[in-house]
């Protein structure tokens, strides 16, 4: 546990002395001494030099060996794929957006294979160095992290998608949710484990319930399932074969369909004043605002939003506020509808963090 939490502290300082360490988090300096050694020898902790004395002997001081163990997360969506490799700080050390809509074939799984294994070519890190590669999709992931069900039907990926990846690689695989992952990053990024609801708003809706800094995930590992929750009874269809569904109304592509599937695009257009963005965006939000108000009423507690939208809304928060407290009115601080603090990656950065946390634990 001392050794643990030396590397816990570690990986979030920079140069620093024994002394400091050992006043910082309440461990002796013959405790320190002897994790430091550990870590060493293990090539977690390497000597830095000497810092500056204001008198007697120089202390030696020490940093974190951050990329010693990097991991590799790799989110699949319709149109795109992401790929980042993070460090032991869950950094991205290098990160990739590649345009690629995965189909059931083996040309097509081929091509993902060689745009992985380019990208750790390219990244000159030893494959030895890799914890593992994780996947998140827009899919409900069982609990071992290898079998899929319920993907987005508008994707052709195989339900065996882990059997046919693990075959790749020498190190191992494992499969999330791309909402789930999500949120553990945005919670990780933050550095707090207060309940929260994470609203994942992306070209489908999902979610990731948030206690004690963990996911709650249900029995049937639909925790979180937001995108499924009836908005509007007999509305819109949604690709689940119901009417109604948050999904249909809140999923960015209702308003990257205007674009050619371009999100940005659209909101270059919004600030532009194009009208005809600006009514969707009015409709956009009365819709939005409807899904956060019932996850509020569910929840009581805050709202983060995130995934594509995430990157936007930071500018239309009191907007959209605004709009909540009009259904509203009992609620008096709106301050629990917050942006995403986490605006890039944070699905693939989340599944390739489970690799990280697992080896940390281990130490």
């Known amino acids: 546990m001392n050794r643990n939490s030396i590397l816990q502290y570690m990986l979030k300082a920079d140069a620093v002395q024994k002394n400091t360490i050992a006043e910082d988090i309440r461990l002796s300096f013959p405790t320190v001494t002897q994790g430091l050694k550990d870590l060493e020898?293990?090539?977690?902790?390497?000597?830095?030099?000497?810092?500056?004395?204001?008198?007697?002997?120089?202390?030696?001081?020490?940093?974190?060996?951050?990329?010693?163990?990097?991991?590799?997360?790799?989110?699949?969506?319709?149109?795109?794929?992401?790929?980042?490799?993070?460090?032991?700080?869950?950094?991205?050390?290098?990160?990739?957006?590649?345009?690629?809509?995965?189909?059931?074939?083996?040309?097509?799984?081929?091509?993902?294979?060689?745009?992985?294994?380019?990208?750790?070519?390219?990244?000159?890190?030893?494959?030895?160095?890799?914890?593992?590669?994780?996947?998140?999709l827009p899919a409900i992931i069982d609990e071992t992290g290898t079998k899929m069900h319920a993907l987005h039907e508008q994707m052709e990926i195989s339900y065996r998608l882990y059997d046919i990846v693990k075959k790749w690689f020498s190190f191992p695989i494992i499969l999330e949710n791309d909402a789930n992952s999500a949120g553990k990053a945005e919670m990780n990024f933050r550095g707090t484990k207060r309940e929260s609801v994470y609203l994942f708003v992306s070209q489908t809706v999902g979610g990731a319930i948030i206690i004690d800094g963990n996911v709650f995930y249900g029995k049937m590992r639909r925790g979180g399932e937001f995108g499924h929750i009836t908005l509007y009874p007999g509305g819109k269809p949604c690709f689940c074969g119901r009417k109604g569904c948050i999904n249909a109304y809140c999923a960015t592509k209702v308003l990257s369909d205007m674009t050619n599937d371009d999100l940005n695009l659209f909101f270059e257009g919004l600030e532009q004043k194009n009208e005809k963005y600006i009514k969707a965006w009015n409709q956009y939000l009365d819709d939005l605002a409807l899904a956060i108000h019932d996850l509020n009423m569910a929840f009581d507690s805050e709202v983060i939003i995130g995934g594509y939208l995430g990157q936007y809304i930071g500018l239309y928060m009191e907007e959209l506020r605004e709009r909540v407290k009009k259904l509203d009115p009992f609620i008096e601080d709106l301050s629990f509808i917050i942006p995403a603090a986490l605006k890039y990656e944070a699905s693939a950065i989340g599944v390739a963090d489970v690799f990280i946390e697992k080896f940390i634990s281990s130490i």
């Open 41 to 136: 020898e293990i090539g977690l902790i390497k000597e830095e030099g000497t810092l500056k004395s204001i008198g007697g002997r120089k202390a030696m001081s020490y940093r974190c060996v951050k990329d010693a163990k990097v991991a590799l997360g790799l989110d699949i969506t319709r149109n795109h794929i992401n790929i980042v490799m993070i460090n032991l700080a869950r950094e991205i050390m290098y990160s990739r957006r590649v345009r690629m809509r995965i189909h059931d074939k083996a040309e097509s799984y081929e091509k993902l294979k060689a745009t992985i294994e380019e990208f750790i070519k390219e990244s000159r890190i030893p494959e030895k160095k890799i914890l593992g590669l994780g996947i998140s």
